[in-house]
């Protein structure tokens, strides 16, 4: 099969050079088969013991993935140089061997910086951040100088603006700061992906040069951290400068237009895209398909889409999602069929698109049926695919599959907390929620986000853990950095209305850096009904009427409270007065999947259901969630 193989008696001089000849064979053909019969003349020569061919054959098997036969190339190496050791913990790092990376990185008699640098990306990559910092301090300590690529490293392992400012000063005391672009890029990304934007723009006055990675960071920095328009800013600012903008700088403008909804500015972009020959790139036609989904334009999504002569991953995925977002369920599984008879391998984000659309309308079945899916794809460590199955499963009611599921996540990030305490919260298991917020806050390098912190007080709101909400709420920008939101403001003046303190949760209202709207009124209207005096009851009710003039519920509200007290004659003017509205009540509609059927049903439609079965079955189950401990 391999002729030039059956040479056994070779010159001595012309050894080395004839088997590192082979060995760049068996890189370009990436045969594991050629590699072992290489590996195998070479034992039979007795050049196994060389350390230069040693190495090359030692990073191989490392490259194709077969450790065992890198470990016993290793052992053969008679003078075992930095390079072997190097190679060697390289591969088991790769393989996700990090206890054995552990004993042979104690066991390297000298390290350089390149060994210094695989073990703390080793530590990156499998989650222990703390340790992987704590090694780059022990590196330091013995004297060897880190390099731009062990900056680099510990820049994507930042978690807080303090750590960041430290490693930004390591890097101008070295005196690489100003001329290394790689570097420079990757402080715009790390000050980016903690929202300081003004640190990301200082960055990029202070380089000598810069590229096109330079202003895509810049253009991701401003993205990430909400200032859209700014994104676009820079994106004429590039245009001016002597740079043309590639396709990933397109894919991330369009990602922007998304965000803001601006379709306009979207096809402008897409215009631009046509005139630079990108158009039918995939990472483009992605975005555009994203873009014109989330601007409720799902037409155009479908005929870009069409008219894609190839399709991959990414393509698929866009469009599979952009069904999801406008609950077409059915044709995104029909979809997801296709790429699977077109032999496209799907990703972590085909099944997280797919979960998500099952949560909407599909029955529970289709979505076990997607998980069975997962272990046999090799997709249970991603933690993508892990929130979207806790997510769904939550949806479900089935929160103790979704807590296992949780559980079993060996590197949870912090959307895994977010959406098990969301689930938890939703499912009533508050005491469960607030666990989890505590174990969370004991956790090194995590912080809780507005998200978080959201689910936390839904959960003291629901559980009427009022002083500990109100202690959360009141401390939340200084001690986590995050500024109370709309959502936060409406938890707790829900949250003090149920408790009766309707003059704290008026006060907080009226103290709020928002615009107040009728919506967060309405939390506290029926509570101000039954705890407040009537003067407090008009008041709020006023407020409502005044944002929202067509509604009738302040003028129920008055109806009640007047009852209440008696005042027959201003109770009927206030009936009188919806009766004239002519507005008829929202009905809310529930639905349930019943095998391959989805039944909905409005809320006054129970009557004709057999209303009366079903209310003392669902006060038999209020019954039993009680005494299991639900909220």
């Known amino acids: 099969m391999y002729p030039f193989l059956k040479q056994t008696r070779i010159p001595h001089s012309s050894s080395l050079s004839y088997c590192s000849h082979l060995l760049d064979h ?46 016993k190339v290793f052992d ?7 390079t072997s050791w190097n190679i060697c913990l390289k591969g088991l790092l790769k393989s996700g061997q990090l206890g054995k990376a552990c004993h042979v990185f104690d066991a390297i008699p000298v390290r350089d910086v390149v060994t210094w640098n695989s073990m703390i990306s080793g530590y990156a990559s499998c989650g222990f951040f703390s340790h992987a910092l704590e090694l780059f301090v022990e590196m330091q300590g013995t004297g060897v100088r880190p390099s731009g690529f062990t900056l680099s ?58 590229d096109v990675i330079s202003w895509n960071s810049l253009i991701w920095a401003c993205h990430r951290s909400g200032y859209h328009e700014l994104a676009l800013e820079q994106f004429y600012q590039m245009r001016g400068s002597e740079l043309f903008p590639d396709q990933f700088t397109c894919s991330m403008l369009m990602s922007v237009c998304s965000n803001l909804r601006d379709l306009d500015k979207g096809k402008q972009i897409f215009a631009f895209c046509f005139k630079m020959g990108f158009v039918y790139n995939s990472i483009v036609s992605s975005a555009a398909i994203d873009l014109f989904s989330k601007c409720n334009r799902l037409e155009d999504s479908v005929r870009l889409f069409k008219e894609q002569d190839q399709w991959d991953s990414a393509l698929c995925n866009s469009m599979i999602s952009s069904y999801a977002r406008h609950d077409l369920a059915e044709d995104a599984l029909q979809l997801f069929v296709l790429t699977l008879r077109k032999n496209i391998r799907p990703t972590e984000y085909t ?82 929620t607030m666990d989890l917020f505590r174990e969370l806050l004991n956790r090194e390098g995590m912080l809780p986000d507005r998200i978080t912190l959201t689910a936390v007080l839904l959960a003291c709101n629901y559980g009427r853990l009022v002083d500990e909400g109100i202690e959360i709420f009141s401390s939340m920008e200084m001690k986590f950095g995050v500024k109370p939101g709309e959502e936060h403001y409406a938890c707790v003046v829900e949250m003090l209305s149920k408790d009766g303190k309707l003059k704290e949760a008026i006060d907080i209202i009226e103290t709020m850096p928002y615009r107040t709207t009728s919506d967060i009124w309405r939390s506290i209207l029926s509570a101000c009904a039954i705890y407040g005096d009537l003067q407090v009851v008009e008041g709020v009710a006023k407020k409502i009427m005044d944002r929202e003039s067509q509604t009738y519920l302040p003028y129920l509200v008055l109806a009640q409270a007047y009852q209440i007290r008696g005042r027959w004659e201003t109770m009927v003017r206030m009936r009188k007065a919806v009766e004239n509205r002519g ?18 049903f409005a809320s006054n439609q129970l009557q004709h259901y057999g209303g009366k079965d079903l209310y003392l079955l669902l006060n038999l189950l209020v019954w039993e969630m009680e005494s299991e401990g639900y909220a």
């Open 76 to 82: 053969d190496i008679s003078h075992k140089n930095s």
């Open 583 to 600: 507005t008829k009540e929202f009905i809310g509609h529930s639905w349930i999947g019943i095998k391959n059927n989805v039944y909905t």
């Open 153 to 210: 490293i510990l820049m994507s392992l930042v978690s807080s603006p303090c750590h960041a400012k430290q490693i930004h000063c390591r890097i101008i005391r070295s005196g690489v700061g100003l001329d290394n672009v790689v570097l420079g890029n990757s402080l715009i990304t790390m000050y980016g992906k903690l929202g300081l934007v003004e640190y990301s723009f200082g960055v990029i006055m202070t380089m000598n040069q810069f």
């Open 351 to 432: 099944i997280s698109s797919l979960l998500s659309s099952v949560s909407i309308f599909l029955p529970v079945e289709v979505g076990n049926q997607i998980h069975s899916l997962v272990p046999k794809l090799g997709f249970e460590s991603e933690s993508v695919v892990a929130n979207s199955l806790v997510d769904m499963y939550a949806k479900f009611g089935f929160i103790d599959d979704a807590l296992s599921i949780f559980n079993e996540v060996k590197i949870k990030d912090l959307v895994s907390w977010n959406t098990i305490m969301m689930g938890l919260t939703s499912n009533g298991r508050v005491s469960l």
């Open 26 to 71: 068996c890189l370009s053909q990436k045969s594991i088969n050629f590699v072992k019969i290489v590996h195998a003349h070479f034992l039979k020569l007795g050049l196994n013991t060389y350390t230069y061919l040693g190495n090359r054959c030692l990073d191989l098997y490392s490259e194709l993935g077969h450790i065992n036969d890198a470990l």
